[in-house]
């Protein structure tokens, strides 16, 4: 099993930016694919970005492409989301997820969440 835990959340100005990161812990080599949801208050939970095993692919919802960027340091087991230009419509929750290596776009761990606001 892994255990993925999310920090670097906060509040933070409209134009501003922060840096979110997942460490995993456990099976990490059970850990494929890594990606990053978010759920804003009365939304569904949406896609933000995904990342290959071996870092070399990314993906991104269009709302946040230019401004995020997603990568990983599989020697420490973490990935990282790098947000800037932030917008108020960015704020939520945000939670790091990776897939288990049975299908892609299956993701088998979660971690607890971090909310990220952004004031106008």
């Known amino acids: 099993q892994v255990q993925l835990v999310e920090s670097g959340g906060g509040l933070v100005q409209a134009g501003g930016s922060l840096r979110l990161s997942c460490e995993a812990s456990?099976?990490?080599?059970?850990?494929?694919?890594m990606a990053w949801f978010r759920q804003a208050p009365g939304k569904e939970r949406e896609f933000v970005a995904r990342i290959s095993r071996s870092g070399g692919s990314t993906f991104y919802v269009d709302s946040v492409k230019g401004r995020f960027t997603i990568s990983r340091d599989n020697a420490e087991n973490t990935v990282y989301l790098q947000m800037n230009s932030l917008k108020p419509e960015d704020t939520a929750v945000y939670y790091c997820?990776?897939?288990?290596?049975?299908?892609?776009?299956?993701?088998?761990?979660w971690g607890q969440g971090t909310q990220v606001t952004v004031s106008s």
């Open positions: 997820a990776a897939e288990g290596g049975v299908r892609r776009y299956q993701y088998d761990y």
């Open positions: 456990g099976r990490t080599f059970n850990m494929y694919a």
